[in-house]
């Protein structure tokens, strides 16, 4: 199909951007969205210190919360929203992604004409971070716990086992079967756990490979050693322990009925462990904060972290 005839998918998407102190990308963003969707919400998480002008998008709104309830929260705000304005698929977004004008088209399109459209649960961009020069692979089981890391080629990937929900199409009445996100996690491993629930309850996640979305995880940067590049995220420190916390349930809930994923999440844990003692600052903050995340998590201790000195994290401006 060439570009000219992707349908236009504007009656039945819902955008939801889910913000927290932000820059000039969103006005940009709201602006590359608003022809492709049918409604488009903004949920602002800055609470009582938010700074005001977002721009009110037509065919939407924003919704300023009090507090920061946390990513899980306002994706799901935006799921009742979605659902309200009868849209079929929910498109959620982060800030300071940057979106092309076809970009809703090649997802939707994908979706619609996927073989097994009526297990389909959500269908994911083709993340890229052009500044780096780098693009996502997606994991797939190979066999028992073995797992492989694909690149996206060709119109479509299947068989998908994790997608972030950046630039991610989930379809709003599977959502709402599903339950939604798990508020309790507040952030991380939210989509995460979203995906391995999916799977299990017979779904399937496919990639549209040429739906691209420029999109910078953390503060990544690029560092080398030995000849080889890294990618440090210089997450702060209590985003490390929301990582190391919510990964405790969702290792209890699924390892043992996706080894293959598990894993995975043992080598990718090790490794950004590893990157952030070798390339980041403030490593006594950010191991702290891995104790701590871990101690609540095996403690069944969930929803916003406690308030802990080192979890402290200057707000942006």
Not at 66 to 92: E, F, K, M, S, Y
Not at 111 to 129: C, F, I, T
Not at 256 to 270: M, N
Not at 302 to 310: L, R, S, V
Request: aromatic residues 8%; contains cysteine.
């Amino acid at each position: 199909m060439t570009d000219s005839a992707i349908p236009h998918p504007a009656g039945s998407v819902a955008a939801v951007i889910v913000a927290y102190f932000p820059g000039p990308d969103l006005t940009a963003l709201i602006a590359d969205l608003r022809p492709q969707v049918q409604r488009l919400f903004v949920i602002d998480n800055s609470g009582p210190d938010r700074i005001d002008g977002i721009p009110g998008p037509p065919a939407g709104l924003v919704v300023h919360n009090p507090r920061n309830v946390g990513i899980a929260a306002a994706l799901n705000q935006g799921l009742h929203l979605a659902r309200a304005a009868g849209c079929r698929w929910l498109l959620t977004l982060d800030q300071d992604v940057s979106a092309g004008p076809d970009l809703v088209a090649r997802l939707v399109q994908t979706a619609e004409n996927h073989p097994q459209a009526e297990r389909l649960a959500m269908v994911a961009a083709n993340l890229g971070d052009a500044e780096l020069g780098i693009r996502a692979r997606f994991l797939r089981r190979r066999f028992g716990p073995l797992f492989e890391r694909a690149s996206c080629r060709g119109d479509r990937l299947d068989d998908v086992a994790l997608a972030v929900s950046a630039g991610s199409l989930y379809r709003v009445d599977v959502m709402e079967k599903l339950g939604g996100f798990r508020e309790d996690y507040f952030i991380d491993y939210v989509d995460t756990e979203y995906c391995l629930r999916a799977l299990e309850a017979g779904y399937r996640i496919a990639v549209a490979c040429h739906a691209r979305l420029n999109h910078r995880l953390g503060d990544r940067r690029r560092a080398r050693l030995a000849g080889l590049d890294f990618f440090p995220t210089h997450h702060p420190p209590v985003r490390w322990y929301y990582i190391a916390r919510n990964r405790v349930p969702t290792v209890r809930a699924y390892a043992r009925r996706f080894p293959f994923w598990f894993t995975y999440d043992l080598a990718a844990s090790a490794y950004g462990l590893m990157r952030m003692l070798l390339f980041e600052g403030d490593r006594r903050r950010k191991l702290q904060a891995v104790w701590l995340g871990t101690r609540d998590g095996l403690r069944g201790r969930m929803g916003e972290a406690p308030p802990d000195p080192a979890l402290a994290e200057a707000r942006p401006r």
